[in-house]
């Protein structure tokens, strides 16, 4: 009997669950539409829209029923912002999958998606293009912001130069008051990041930012005084990050600033220049607050240019009991300056040449993954985002995935 019950409930799901289009008025606009949720499990969006607007009511999926928000297959969607906004959206339970985020014209959109105070939500398979902000979630929140991920997404053509090219891929929690409510295990996997004239990625109040397979190619283009950081861990924030490229910055690669433990493994630093910038350290570090530890090892430096030090470790000795710096390649000790009770225990080993690709494979050099610490440290199963394609009909962004022998895992 409680097998039929269970048949019976799983059935009853299924006859209530419904798929609705998103509406949009003659203009493209979704302003605030009154949607009738009852049973709906996929909101499509269908073709091009101006802006959409779904925070007023919300979006409050639950455990068991999230609520996936998605592009129609064949009118793939689209939303260009004509200022402020793209999408804003709050609520809870939700899954954003396969949209685009575009600027209009020439203009660059102030923000691609603003998700407030939205926890438990997934955002995942899309593409940000022609915006001075990306994903913006810096509230002065209430409540904690809870198991939010987003991975597999595009970041390009930050550029913004109507504004002097303030711009930022990911802006993830309020550097200017402190937020009564935090981020608790928020975590960014697979992001591609490739032309930004200001910062990729900045977190800041929450514990536990996981990051893992990031690539960030050409940031700080504009040089802007505090936003030319490829990646910055701000005030009250700890972060466990692994697999990292760094490549062809005209900033800071990495800043630190939080508290807590904290983990950077794995990290190539490449081609960076911060040439003429005489207080800027490739790697900064300064905790806040907090029992300070960072665990920074099994990282590559490759042809990176500053008139300061490689890694510089200015944390006050009242705030850490020490960290450790081990197994990289490419930075001696007289690169860097470290706290007192720090340990170095960087191992001696050549810089190999950098891997050949197979004949038949496509690759773009100035977007190859340098991966020989992977080959010195042992094999792995990792996916790298090589190349991203833009074609002139009608704005097609196609990524090229490339497995760990550069053979081509799928095609446009």
Request: aromatic fraction near 12%; charged fraction near 20%.
């Amino acid at each position: 009997m409680k097998a039929i019950a269970t048949i019976l409930i799983f059935i009853s799901t299924l006859a209530h669950a419904r798929s609705i289009t998103l509406p949009k008025d003659a203009a493209g606009g979704a302003y605030r539409p009154m949607l009738d949720m009852n049973g709906v499990d996929t909101i499509v969006l269908k073709g091009k829209y101006k802006n959409v607007e779904l925070a007023y009511y919300g979006i409050w999926g639950s455990p068991s029923k999230k609520i996936v928000i998605k592009s129609d297959p064949i009118d793939s969607a689209s939303i260009s912002g004509y200022g402020p906004y793209c999408m804003l959206i709050n609520g809870e339970y939700f899954i954003i999958d396969g949209l685009k985020f575009t600027g209009f014209d020439t203009v660059f959109t102030a923000t691609g998606l603003g998700i407030f105070e939205s926890s438990n939500i997934e955002v995942r398979n899309c593409l940000f293009y022609q915006l001075q902000a990306g994903i913006v979630q810096n509230p002065i929140a209430s409540r904690d912001m809870e198991n939010n991920y987003f991975h597999d997404l595009v970041f390009v053509n930050f550029r913004n130069p109507a504004n002097g090219g303030r711009t930022e891929c990911f802006y993830l929690g309020n550097t200017k008051q402190t937020s009564p409510g935090k981020f608790r295990r928020c975590r960014l996997a697979n992001i591609y990041i490739y032309d930004v004239s200001g910062d990729g990625i900045q977190l800041c109040q929450g514990s536990d930012f996981d990051l893992r397979n990031i690539t960030i190619i050409k940031w700080g283009q504009a040089q802007l005084k505090e936003q030319r950081y490829g990646i910055l861990i701000g005030n009250e924030a700890n972060a466990n990050i692994q697999d990292v490229l760094f490549d062809s910055g005209r900033g800071q690669a990495f800043q630190f600033l939080g508290t807590g433990r904290n983990s950077l493994k794995r990290a190539t630093f490449r081609n960076i220049d911060l040439s003429g910038l005489v207080n800027e350290d490739v790697v900064y570090i300064r905790a806040r607050s907090g029992d300070f530890f960072i665990d920074f090892s099994l990282s590559t430096f490759l042809n990176c240019r500053t008139d300061r030090k490689l890694i510089y470790n200015a944390t006050p000795d009242s705030l850490t009991s020490g960290s450790i710096f081990c197994s990289n390649i490419g930075v001696e000790p007289p690169q860097t300056v470290l706290n007192k009770k720090d340990i170095w225990g960087c191992i001696s080993l050549p810089i190999p040449e950098a891997p050949k690709p197979k004949p038949e494979t496509r690759q773009r050099k100035d977007v190859t993954i340098y991966n020989n610490i992977y080959q010195l440290m042992g094999e792995r199963k990792q996916v790298y985002v090589d190349e991203v394609i833009r074609q002139l009909q009608p704005q097609r962004i196609y990524i090229l995935f490339y497995d760990k022998k550069f053979h081509l895992i799928n095609k446009p």
